[in-house]
């Protein structure tokens, strides 16, 4: 039987108070398996972005309960959060984010330095991070800067940088979102291939076809789960073509 | 994370505009480098003034017309240094000083224009601490007859005489003929007299035939140098001397026609006036310091903006507040040790060039180039923190949706 990775129970997210309160998650039921590759989509307003938010730990819920990897995360404080993004997640952003000044193996490295439980010696850093640059395929380039980069090869970077602590989520937001179809369909390969090799993805899109990579979409609707299946089932894809 | 991470990620920041870092440290430069020159100046004319107290000698009292007498009031004269040289125990030597306007010197062919002519009483090298080097000094019979004669300085002396003996020849100061018996050692420029271009003759001698042509009566005299047996007896020596002239002159002791000063009184007016203009130095060296401060607080500020999405990917990447905190404090903290570092650079050469080439004379002060390196970093910590706080008080979620 597969390990639960992500366990939510109840979680809402309110902002404002009382009468003028604003439920952006109104109770969220979610379980995410070790190895699942996972799409989540919705409306814009319709809570996804602030699940992800707290699922990837910049947030915390208001109340509920969110387990990640066995630990209960949902009232650690900051420092606690930023060690668990550290160890137990990497991101992968629409617009990327990499630091211009730093090259690609720079950007790669960054995780590394922000490592709480041990200080890797500079030496070693590096050797993982080609290692994890190699994987995506751009053992070529890694002294290239951002700037000398495609669209492409910089999310290629960034999810290079997302491996490289060896975290058992990967986040995805809109990976493909500031790319072209071709290019979107290459680091959808690369996802694909990392789901195959075992790693948890949980992915954030609006692209019915980017979807379609998962094995299961979560469809997000006023702030609660609306529908959680398979994409050949999963009716928020077509209540969102109809929209 | 380590330190010497956040310090490398820290100096990076600072490279990614470097003309703009250095535009920053401008201000912290000015300010430490004001620091030490200031210090070096203040420095170097406290040891100036030291060594005009021993040049002076530091038991001299100085006896002069007070400053705003009345024009019909009595004035000092040649009788009151007798009475002090009679009457005030606890003395070495009582010199009368007057001095005819400049008077032109001929000698050997040569003639000097515009030169200082000092009549003293015969106990001046002993009172001043200023001994002849060759020939001898006039004696007190020969100044209460008006001997023609004359003592020169010995920048005088070369200057008439180059190597020959200057001994026994003879000069004509304006009209006079005098008879050279003295050359007097070397001095230099004490308080801004030239001592050695000057020529020293009898007092009576100044009376009997330079002074008529002055128009304030014939035999007063401009001042009294009275000196003391030890430092220790000159406030006895002031006292008696108040005593004798109040007398003399029929005035209140408290409220004299007359001032006695001691070289200390002298010097702690210039060291008062120096103490005053260096205060104002430290408060512009402050204040420049400071305004540098706040130059990098806005320039900090301004990079935190900028930088908002890097602080959030590090965030999200796993950096804690500390972590965003420390860097943007060490690089204002870079920022003004570097500035710090090129000051003390700036300071150091700008006293010993000013030392070297300026009217001032300047001693760097060591302790002042640690003092102004604290001075900077505190600056650095100070300024740097506001701003650094800012950074880390960001919300990974907001700085990570920042354009």
Do not use: W
């Given at each position: 039987?597969?390990?639960?990775?992500?366990?939510?129970?109840?979680?809402?997210?309110?902002?404002?108070?009382?009468?003028?309160?604003?439920?952006?998650?109104?109770?969220?039921?979610?379980?995410?398996?070790?190895?699942?590759?996972?799409?989540?989509?919705?409306?814009?307003?319709?809570?996804?972005?602030?699940?992800?938010?707290?699922?990837?730990?910049?947030?915390?819920?208001?109340?509920?309960?969110?387990?990640?990897?066995?630990?209960?995360?949902?009232?650690?404080?900051?420092?606690?959060?930023?060690?668990?993004?550290?160890?137990?997640?990497?991101?992968?952003?629409?617009?990327?984010?990499?630091?211009?000044?730093?090259?690609?193996?720079?950007?790669?490295?960054?995780?590394?330095?922000?490592?709480?439980?041990?200080?890797?010696?500079?030496?070693?850093?590096?050797?993982?991070?080609?290692?994890?640059?190699?994987?995506?395929?751009?053992?070529?380039?890694?002294?290239?800067?951002?700037?000398?980069?495609?669209?492409?090869?910089?999310?290629?970077?960034?999810?290079?940088?997302?491996?490289?602590?060896?975290?058992?989520?990967?986040?995805?937001?809109?990976?493909?979102?500031?790319?072209?179809?071709?290019?979107?369909?290459?680091?959808?390969?690369?996802?694909?291939?990392?789901?195959?090799?075992?790693?948890?993805?949980?992915?954030?899109?609006?692209?019915?076809?980017?979807?379609?990579?998962?094995?299961?979409?979560?469809?997000?609707?006023?702030?609660?789960?609306?529908?959680?299946?398979?994409?050949?089932?999963?009716?928020?894809?077509?209540?969102?073509?109809?929209? | 994370?380590?330190l010497n991470k956040i310090l490398r990620s820290a100096w990076e920041g600072l490279l990614l505009n470097k003309g703009r870092s250095f535009l920053t440290t401008l201000g912290v430069i000015i300010g430490v480098a004001s620091v030490i020159i200031m210090l070096a100046i203040s420095a170097g004319t406290e040891a100036e003034i030291a060594k005009q107290i021993n040049a002076l000698?530091a038991?001299?009292?100085?006896?002069?017309?007070?400053?705003?007498?009345?024009?019909?009031?009595?004035?000092?004269?040649?009788?009151?240094?007798?009475?002090?040289?009679?009457?005030?125990?606890?003395?070495?030597?009582?010199?009368?000083?007057?001095?005819?306007?400049?008077?032109?010197?001929?000698?050997?062919?040569?003639?000097?224009?515009?030169?200082?002519?000092?009549?003293?009483?015969?106990?001046?090298?002993?009172?001043?601490?200023?001994?002849?080097?060759?020939?001898?000094?006039?004696?007190?019979?020969?100044?209460?007859?008006?001997?023609?004669?004359?003592?020169?300085?010995?920048?005088?002396?070369?200057?008439?005489?180059?190597?020959?003996?200057?001994?026994?020849?003879?000069?004509?100061?304006?009209?006079?003929?005098?008879?050279?018996?003295?050359?007097?050692?070397s001095k230099g420029i004490v308080s801004d007299v030239d001592?050695?271009?000057?020529?020293?003759?009898?007092?009576?001698?100044?009376?009997?035939?330079?002074?008529?042509?002055?128009?304030?009566?014939?035999?007063?005299?401009?001042?009294?140098?009275?000196?003391?047996?030890?430092?220790?007896?000159?406030?006895?020596?002031?006292?008696?001397?108040?005593?004798?002239?109040?007398?003399?002159?029929?005035?209140?002791?408290?409220?004299?026609?007359?001032?006695?000063?001691?070289q200390q009184?002298i010097i702690d007016t210039r060291e008062a006036t120096t103490a005053a203009f260096r205060d104002l130095l430290a408060w512009v060296a402050g204040v420049s310091l400071v305004v540098g401060g706040i130059g990098i607080m806005n320039i900090m500020l301004v990079s935190?903006?900028?930088?908002?999405?890097?602080?959030?990917?590090?965030?999200?990447?796993?950096?804690?507040?500390?972590?965003?905190?420390l860097q943007f404090l060490l690089e204002a903290v870079i920022l003004s040790l570097v500035g710090g570092l090129v000051g003390i650079i700036l300071g150091v050469g700008g006293s010993y060039l000013f030392g070297k080439f300026g009217s001032m004379s300047t001693a760097i002060v060591p302790l002042s180039i640690p003092l102004a390196f604290g001075a900077a970093a505190i600056v650095g910590i100070f300024f740097g923190y506001y701003p650094a706080?800012?950074?880390?008080?960001?919300?990974?979620?907001?700085?990570?949706?920042?354009?």
């Open positions: 039987m597969e390990s639960i990775l992500i366990e939510t129970k109840e979680m809402t997210k309110v902002y404002g108070e009382a009468d003028a309160a604003i439920f952006a998650l109104a109770g969220i039921n979610l379980q995410v398996r070790n190895g699942e590759f996972v799409a989540i989509m919705g409306h814009s307003g319709s809570g996804k972005s602030t699940l992800l938010n707290i699922l990837g730990c910049l947030d915390r819920p208001t109340t509920g309960t969110y387990m990640l990897d066995g630990r209960d995360v949902s009232q650690l404080n900051k420092n606690q959060l930023a060690e668990i993004r550290n160890q137990k997640l990497g991101f992968i952003f629409q617009s990327f984010n990499l630091l211009p000044r730093l090259s690609a193996l720079g950007n790669v490295m960054l995780p590394m330095f922000y490592d709480p439980t041990e200080d890797i010696p500079a030496s070693e850093a590096k050797t993982r991070a080609i290692a994890s640059l190699e994987s995506v395929g751009l053992g070529s380039r890694m002294d290239h800067y951002p700037n000398q980069l495609s669209g492409g090869q910089q999310q290629r970077v960034a999810i290079a940088r997302a491996l490289v602590n060896h975290p058992p989520l990967i986040l995805a937001d809109e990976p493909t979102g500031n790319l072209d179809s071709k290019t979107g369909a290459e680091i959808m390969e690369i996802l694909d291939q990392l789901h195959k090799d075992g790693t948890t993805i949980v992915m954030v899109t609006h692209e019915p076809d980017i979807a379609q990579h998962a094995e299961r979409v979560v469809c997000v609707k006023d702030g609660m789960i609306n529908s959680d299946g398979d994409h050949g089932s999963a009716p928020c894809i077509g209540e969102r073509e109809l929209a | 994370m380590k000698g038991s001299l009292v100085i006896v002069s017309p007070a400053k705003g007498t009345p024009g019909s009031a009595r004035t000092l004269l040649y009788d009151d240094a007798l009475a002090i040289g009679e009457q005030v125990v606890g003395i070495v030597g009582v010199s009368a000083e007057q001095a005819p306007p400049p008077q032109n010197i001929k000698a050997n062919n040569q003639t000097l224009g515009d030169i200082s002519v000092i009549g003293t009483s015969a106990e001046f090298p002993e009172v001043r601490d200023y001994p002849v080097a060759s020939g001898r000094y006039f004696n007190q019979s020969e100044d209460e007859r008006k001997a023609k004669v004359a003592v020169l300085g010995s920048g005088i002396a070369t200057d008439l005489f180059g190597d020959t003996d200057p001994i026994g020849q003879v000069i004509t100061v304006g009209t006079t003929k005098l008879t050279i018996i003295g050359v007097m050692e001592y050695d271009g000057r020529v020293y003759i009898p007092v009576n001698l100044v009376f009997a035939k330079f002074i008529p042509t002055m128009n304030i009566g014939p035999d007063r005299i401009r001042t009294i140098y009275v000196k003391a047996e030890s430092p220790e007896k000159i406030s006895s020596v002031i006292t008696q001397i108040t005593a004798v002239l109040a007398e003399r002159h029929d005035v209140d002791a408290s409220n004299p026609d007359f001032s006695v000063q001691t009184d935190v903006t900028e930088r908002t999405r890097e602080i959030g990917l590090r965030q999200a990447l796993g950096a804690r507040p500390s972590d965003v905190l706080v800012q950074a880390a008080k960001l919300d990974p979620i907001v700085a990570l949706r920042h354009e």
